[in-house]
């Protein structure tokens, strides 16, 4: 029997496999790996939409790869979304209850998390213009903003472990 959270029974040995952050190598991997493409698929699409166009003797146009990147970050948002469940379950409520020192950054980052979400679905269902470019911005500079509260509440950690 397998628990992804925390433990693995082997012949009724009860084996630790979490971290202290209370994920497993399988839980941290795929919270870094869907972390990182969702930021990485972000990055490139501002790329494109800002800074990449193609163009003929006419117009200028966007770069035929940017609606591609675009999906490849929205199934990277959904599958994030589900991540967030498990980290919710795993990391979260187990320091919301304990007075660590990395709280405020996890904090923080839970907020964001929630307003890219908001401003996600509201890029993608909102049929007003203005919502529509209000949400992009907002969503753009939370998701800079996002990467780096992520990249300081990671480097806490191995800092507080290392004066430990």
Request: hydrophobic letters at 50%; charged letters at 15%.
């Amino acid at each position: 029997m397998i628990y992804l959270t925390t433990k693995m029974k082997i012949n009724n040995t009860k084996i630790i496999l979490a971290t202290q952050s209370g994920f497993s190598r399988f839980n941290k991997i795929l919270v870094y790996l869907s972390f990182f493409g969702l930021s990485l698929s972000g990055i490139i699409w501002c790329v494109f939409h800002y800074f990449i166009r193609e163009s003929n003797k006419i117009m200028f146009y966007h770069h035929p790869l940017e609606h591609k990147v675009l999906v490849v970050h929205g199934i990277f948002g959904y599958i994030f979304i589900f991540v967030f469940g498990f980290i919710w379950n795993i990391h979260i409520k187990k320091w919301l209850s304990a007075k660590n020192k990395n709280i405020k950054s996890g904090i923080i980052m839970i907020v964001i998390f929630l307003l890219l979400s908001v401003t996600g679905l509201m890029l993608y269902y909102s049929s007003c213009e203005k919502i529509q470019q209000y949400s992009k911005i907002t969503h753009i500079v939370l998701g800079i903003f996002c990467i780096l509260v992520f990249l300081i509440h990671i480097l806490k950690v191995k800092s507080l472990k290392k004066r430990s």
